[in-house]
């Protein structure tokens, strides 16, 4: 059977080759309007894109005959993959590509702030000298805080402890023995940010690190601090930038990442910073990387298309299993109990029991990954999926121990997880109770009932009058809207546990006001919105 394929981007000419061994057509189309692509599309069983070509839902739609996406890139923000899931369309990524080529990149930016290297050119190009006022500062001996010790990271770490540098990173998912074996010390994000000469990010933009630097926690700085952003625009206030610097909270900043790209004409104005260096996100923009995921992906959609492999896929086991409509809700079911789990366990925690009681136990394997994916996708930059969530797993040195039983108690289908001795809430397990409606039901012997859904402050107190009317007392002080409550409780007067749904994400600052209330204690944020 013959296949052909469609080069939407312009990727590397190795693809064509590469496909062109296999004995599949490629056909090199760049830059087609959005009529041209759709009217173009039903011909082909694969498409290749990089970044340019939105893959929406209504080109899945059009594209009668598709089997196969592939991103030449890490990047899936421009394929529609629940829509090419539910259409039994392949998707595809290659995530190892870029990873030594965003970390010399970041090096690169390191080393250009540091030294003031794109002004003094600038100067120099115009007819000026001024070597006086470009003096800049040695990276030798100082300390770089990363944020995100997966593999790019990683390759930074290595990287500038050959130039002397010695290197501190908060990960709360890392482990400690992952650290030490890269002569890394694991703390505290605000301890990083007080001791770090130079700081960079490697890490996805989520609720938890956006905005992690800016004036509001500007104190939390040591000052003169150098930022650089090769990860993903946001995580840093981009706005706060020009004042953090003008102040003297920071040296300068270095961007490869906008909130928007192209940057909107509000964030060209910020750029202007003379302490501000900029690039047009060119984190994976070398002739190697972008030959080598040009192959990577020519090989992964053959073997694809051929049925040998299905490595790289986003969405291979979501499409084995669309059809099957028994595990689809215990799948949702345990990657939101993940996602919880996660949240509740200790920072660098590296072990889990995962545990299957009743007919959901056939579907334990998968399950683990779904849970997996729920646990990783908090910390880990990449795309997390069911193909890849153990390998993942295994590379933040993850210990997981899977039980299965058929044995039921109250309720007919459970998974539970356990957190280890060290966790303030070391047991939790969850059902299905209908469609869409996923419950946590029991957390440390605690019966509650609890949906996994929205944004929940969780905590135990002392179980007297007064204190559910306390909590609610503070949040109402502060404008926020209880949307449901829990309770579990063993015998009157001893500990209870609460959880409390609000209609919105909170701030560190709301929480402050329930933590500091009396008989309060063991408080945890879970966001699942």
């Known amino acids: 059977m013959s296949f052909k394929i469609l080069l939407a981007d312009n990727v590397d000419p190795v693809c064509e080759e590469v496909f062109a061994e296999r004995g599949i057509e490629a056909v090199r189309k760049n830059n087609l309007s959005k009529k041209e692509l759709f009217e173009e599309i039903p011909a082909y069983d694969g498409l290749v894109v990089r970044s340019s070509t939105t893959v929406s839902e209504e080109l899945i739609k059009a594209a009668q005959n598709l089997k196969v996406i592939g991103r030449a890139g890490v990047g899936v923000d421009n394929i529609d993959i629940p829509s090419a899931t539910a259409s039994g369309v392949l998707v595809m990524n290659t995530p190892d590509g870029n990873t030594i080529s965003t970390a010399e990149h970041t090096c690169g930016m390191i080393l250009a702030l540091a030294r003031n290297i794109p002004q003094s050119v600038e100067k120099v190009k115009g007819g000026g000298w001024d070597r006086k006022k470009y003096m800049g500062t040695e990276v030798h001996n100082k300390t770089l805080g990363i944020v995100g010790l997966g593999k790019i990271g990683a390759e930074v770490a290595k990287r500038m402890q050959r130039f002397g540098m010695t290197v501190k990173a908060y990960d709360p998912f890392a482990s400690v023995e992952k650290a030490e074996s890269l002569g890394v010390e694991l703390m505290e994000l605000d301890e990083l940010l007080g001791i770090s000469d130079f700081l960079t990010v490697h890490t996805p933009l989520t609720e938890k690190t956006k905005g992690i630097i800016s004036m509001e926690k500007a104190d939390k700085l040591k000052q003169g601090i150098y930022l650089v952003n090769c990860a993903r625009g946001g995580i840093y206030k981009e706005e706060d930038l020009p004042r953090l610097i003008d102040e003297g909270y920071v040296a300068g900043a270095a961007l490869d990442v906008y909130s928007s790209e192209p940057p909107s004409e509000e964030m060209y104005e910020i750029l202007k910073h003379p302490n501000i260096i900029c690039t047009p996100h060119l984190g994976a923009s070398t002739e190697e990387a972008q030959e080598k995921v040009a192959e990577q992906i020519a090989h ?27 595990v689809q809700p215990y799948l949702q079911l345990a990657e939101r109990l993940g996602s919880v789990a996660i949240q509740l366990a200790p920072e660098h925690a590296n072990e889990f029991s995962f545990e299957y009681t009743g007919t959901c136990a056939k579907f334990a394997d998968v399950l683990t990954d779904s849970i997996l994916k729920g646990i990783l996708s908090q910390h880990v930059s990449e795309a997390v999926n069911l193909i890849n ?12 121990r899977e039980t299965t039983t058929s044995q039921t108690k109250t309720y007919h289908d459970l998974i539970t997880i356990k957190l280890g001795d060290e966790a303030e809430y070391q047991k939790v397990s969850a059902t299905v109770f209908g469609e869409n409606d996923y419950r946590i039901v029991e957390i440390d012997g605690y019966g509650i009932e609890l949906r996994l859904e929205g944004d929940i402050i969780m905590y135990q107190n002392v179980d007297k009058p007064g204190m559910l009317a306390g909590v609610s007392g503070a949040l109402a002080q502060q404008d926020i809207n209880i949307a449901s409550l829990s309770l579990g409780r063993t015998k009157k007067g001893e500990n209870a546990i609460t959880a409390v749904s609000v209609d919105k994400n909170l701030s560190n600052e709301e929480l402050k006001a329930i933590i500091e209330l009396d008989g309060v204690h063991n408080l945890k944020y879970i966001s699942l919105s």
Request: charged letters at 30%.
């Open 389 to 400: 969530a153990r390998h993942y797993a295994e590379e933040r040195g993850l210990n997981i």
């Open 300 to 326: 992964q959609m053959a073997d694809a298309l051929e049925q040998k492999s299905f490595k790289g896929s986003l969405n291979g086991k979501s499409i084995s299993l669309i059809t099957n409509k028994e």
